[in-house]
C-alpha cells in the first residue's frame, strides 16, 4: 500500500472521543462516507430531548452524537456474538451498522416534541424514505441495512439489535440522557448487557448471569420517562411548542404569513402528500428553523403566536396540572373564562393556550415480545418468569391541562 492511499484510508476512519465511551471508531468505510451526507450532518442541529433543557441545562445534546454512540454499542455487540460462535459476515454486520446509524436520521425539529405535526408521518417512516434514497445515491450499499431496518431480512436477531425491547438504541440514549441530564438514576450497564447477549434459534436473549443487569435497565427506563421525559416542566415546554407549530400552519394558510424563504413555512402550506419536494425541504430542517420563526413571531401580528413565542424563548412557561384523574368540567370552564377575560380572546382561539391531553408510559410489555433468558440449562424463558417484581408493566396514564397563569 502505497504512503498516499494509507493517508487517505486514515483519514476517512477518523477517530471519534465520545463523552461516554472514550475514543471510538467503526470498521467500514462506508460508515464514514454515509455520517459526512448532508442527510446526517443535519442531526447535528436536532435535539435529543426535545426541551428538556428547561428542565436540566447540561441537556443540550444531539440526535448525531446518540446515532454514534448507538452505531458504538452496535458495533460492540456484533463482536461479542462473533465471538460467541455467531457467524455474521461482513455484509451483514455492515448492514446492521448502516441500519442502526440511520435509525434516528428522520427525526425532525426537537425530535418526538413535533413529530407528526410538520409532515403527517412519524419518524420511522421519513427515516426509510432517507435511507432508500441514500441507497440510490451510494449504488445499493445500503439494501441489507434497509432489510435489517424494515425486519424483512432473515436473520432476525439482527432487526432486534436495532429495534426491540432491549436494544442498543435504548441502551445508548439511556445511558446519554441520563449523563446529560445529571439524573444517575437512568445510569445502565450498557457493557455487562451487551456482554451476556447470545442468539438462539435465530432470536436475541440474555444469559441468565445478566437478569439483575436487565431488571435494572427497566427500572432505569421507568424513572427516566417520568423524571426526564415526561417532566412536567419538559412537557409543558414541549405541549406549548406543538401549540405553537398548530396555530402557525393555520395561519400560514390562512395566507397571513407569506415567506417563501422560510423552510417551515414552506412545509406548513397545506398539502398531506409528502412528495419529492416536500422531502427535500424537511432534509434541510432542523431546531434552527423553528427558533428563527420563534423570534419573528411579534411580526406575524397574532396574538396566538406571541403568547407562545415569549413564553417558549423566555421560558415564561404555562401552568401546568399532571394528575391521574382528568380535570373536572367546572374548573376547565373557569380557566377557560379566566382566560378569555385576561386576553379578550373567542373560544376558537383560547383552546391554543388552553392545552390538553394525557401522557402514557409503560417501560415494558410482557404481553408480547418478551426479554428472553438463556437459563443454565440451556433453556429460553421469558425474563417475567425470574423476576418477582417487573417494573411498570402496567401502562400508566397521566392527564395534564397547561394554560397561562391568571395571575
Excluded at 408521518?121 to 421519513?126: A, G, K, P, Y
Excluded at 391531553?357 to 408480547?368: C, H, M
Amino acid at each position: 500500500m502505497s504512503s498516499y492511499s494509507t493517508f487517505m484510508y486514515m483519514n476517512k476512519r477518523k477517530i471519534i472521543n465520545d463523552p461516554i465511551y472514550g475514543l471510538i471508531s467503526f470498521p467500514f468505510d462506508l460508515i464514514y462516507d454515509i455520517i459526512d451526507h448532508p442527510y446526517f450532518q443535519r442531526l447535528r442541529r436536532i435535539s435529543q430531548m426535545g426541551l428538556s433543557t428547561y428542565v436540566y441545562p447540561g441537556a443540550t445534546h444531539t440526535r448525531f452524537s446518540h446515532a454514534l454512540g448507538a452505531l458504538h454499542l452496535m458495533t460492540t455487540a456484533i463482536q461479542t456474538l462473533r465471538n460467541k460462535g455467531h457467524k455474521t459476515s461482513d455484509e451483514e454486520y455492515l448492514g446492521a451498522c448502516i441500519a442502526i446509524l440511520l435509525h434516528d436520521v428522520g427525526h425532525g425539529p426537537f425530535s418526538h416534541a413535533l413529530e407528526g405535526l410538520i409532515l403527517k408521518t412519524s419518524h420511522e417512516n421519513l427515516s426509510l424514505e432517507l435511507m432508500k434514497r441514500l441507497n440510490i445515491e451510494f449504488e445499493g450499499q445500503l439494501s441489507t441495512g434497509i432489510e435489517i431496518f424494515e425486519g424483512k431480512y432473515f436473520k432476525k436477531y439482527l432487526t432486534q439489535l436495532v429495534s426491540n425491547q432491549l436494544d442498543v438504541d435504548r441502551l445508548d440514549y439511556l445511558t446519554r440522557d441520563s449523563y446529560f441530564s445529571g439524573v444517575a438514576e437512568g445510569v445502565v450497564g450498557y457493557n455487562r448487557i451487551i456482554s451476556m447477549l447470545n442468539v438462539v434459534d435465530n432470536q436475541l436473549v440474555v444469559e441468565e448471569k445478566g437478569i439483575f443487569s436487565i431488571q435494572k435497565f427497566l427500572i432505569a427506563r421507568h424513572i427516566m420517562y417520568w423524571q426526564v421525559y415526561l417532566h412536567k416542566t419538559s412537557l409543558v415546554a414541549e405541549q406549548m411548542l406543538k401549540s405553537y407549530i398548530i396555530r402557525l400552519k393555520q395561519v400560514v394558510n390562512e395566507n397571513k404569513i407569506d415567506d417563501s424563504s422560510s423552510v417551515l413555512v414552506t412545509l406548513l402550506r397545506f398539502n398531506s402528500l409528502i412528495d419529492s419536494e416536500r422531502l427535500n425541504s424537511f432534509t434541510k430542517l432542523d431546531d434552527v428553523d423553528v427558533y428563527q420563526n420563534l423570534k419573528a413571531a411579534d411580526k406575524f401580528a397574532d396574538p396566538i403566536l406571541n403568547v407562545l413565542s415569549q413564553g417558549i424563548l423566555n421560558r415564561n412557561l404555562f401552568k401546568v396540572i399532571l394528575d391521574k384523574s382528568p380535570v373536572s368540567k367546572d374548573r376547565k370552564d373557569d380557566i377557560r373564562q379566566n382566560l378569555k377575560k385576561k386576553y379578550g380572546l373567542n373560544d376558537d382561539l383560547i383552546k391554543h393556550l388552553m392545552i390538553e391531553g394525557v401522557e402514557k408510559s409503560r417501560a415494558y410489555n410482557n404481553e408480547n415480545h418478551e426479554i428472553n433468558i438463556l437459563t443454565k440449562q440451556g433453556l429460553v424463558k421469558p425474563i417475567s418468569e425470574f423476576l418477582e417484581v417487573v417494573v411498570n408493566v402496567k401502562e400508566i396514564t397521566k392527564h395534564y391541562i397547561c394554560f397561562p397563569k391568571i395571575k
